[in-house]
T-cell receptor, first 112, second 108 residues
Framework: DAGVTQSPTHLIKTRGQQVTLRCSPISGHKSVSWYQQVLGQGPQFIFQYYEKEERGRGNFPDRFSARQFPNYSSELNVNALLLGDSALYLC???????????FGPGTRLTVT | DAKTTQPPSMDCAEGRAANLPCNHS???????VYWYRQIHSQGPQYIIH???NNETNEMASLIITEDRKSSTLILPHATLRDTAVYYC?????????FGTGTSLTVIP
């Protein structure tokens, strides 16, 4: 079985731009969560979606948004990028909400 | 306020047991404790989770204190491949909280 996939692998953007990151969960998993991991720190929870509804939100500004599609894949959008948004963005899928998480390899975003 | 507290680093001799502690004093009665590890900049890998009873699987054992305010992850026979950052996670207020993590170095 394929694991969690994320695209793109790496991305370079300029301050003020917008970015969309994509995540495909493990087949049969209905929940996706997103994390931001700044170098040297642990992952910080951004969002959790279950059955296309937002079930949890971390302490991130409104520039961060996400959605989950009928096939349970998900997108994370970040508007008006700041240098501080440079990080590894991780997606995890779960069979149900608030369950054991399976992480993807992440998308490395660099904002210049 | 931190939801979990872990020592920043630990060393363990290869072949010996590695015992990684975590404090989660604000955990609620129905909240699970999860442990994950992360090697380099790969995605975190699930290890084990528990509610109140001790748990064991092929990777590790989890010991949770009776008051549930702390837990210990035990890797029974550490190998060099167990060198990683280990995270203790709780769920609170519809958020997953990763601790700061413990960087475990297994020494030959």
């Amino acid at each position: 079985d394929a694991g969690v996939t994320q695209s793109p692998t790496h991305l370079i953007k300029t301050r003020g731009q917008q970015v969309t990151l994509r995540c495909s969960p493990i087949s049969g998993h209905k929940s996706v969560s997103w994390y931001q991991q700044v170098l040297g720190q642990g992952p910080q929870f951004i969002f959790q979606y279950y059955e296309k509804e937002e079930r949890g939100r971390g302490n991130f500004p409104d520039r961060f948004s996400a959605r989950q599609f009928p096939n349970y894949s998900s997108e994370l959008n970040v508007n008006a990028l700041l240098l501080g948004d440079s990080a590894l963005y991780l997606c995890a899928s779960m069979p149900q909400a608030w369950d054991e998480q399976y992480f993807g390899p992440g998308t490395r975003l660099t904002v210049t | 306020d931190a939801k979990t507290t872990q020592p920043p680093s630990m060393d363990c001799a290869e072949g010996r047991a590695a015992n990684l502690p975590c404090n989660h004093s604000t955990i609620s009665g129905n909240e699970y404790v999860y442990w994950y590890r992360q090697i380099h900049s790969q995605g975190p890998q699930y290890i084990i989770h528990g509610l109140k009873n001790n748990e064991t699987n092929e990777m590790a054992s989890l010991i949770i204190t009776e008051d549930r305010k702390s837990s210990t992850l035990i890797l029974p026979h550490a190998t060099l491949r167990d060198t990683a950052v280990y995270y203790c996670i709780v769920i609170a207020g519809n958020q997953f909280y990763f601790g700061t993590g413990t960087s475990l170095t297994v020494i030959p």
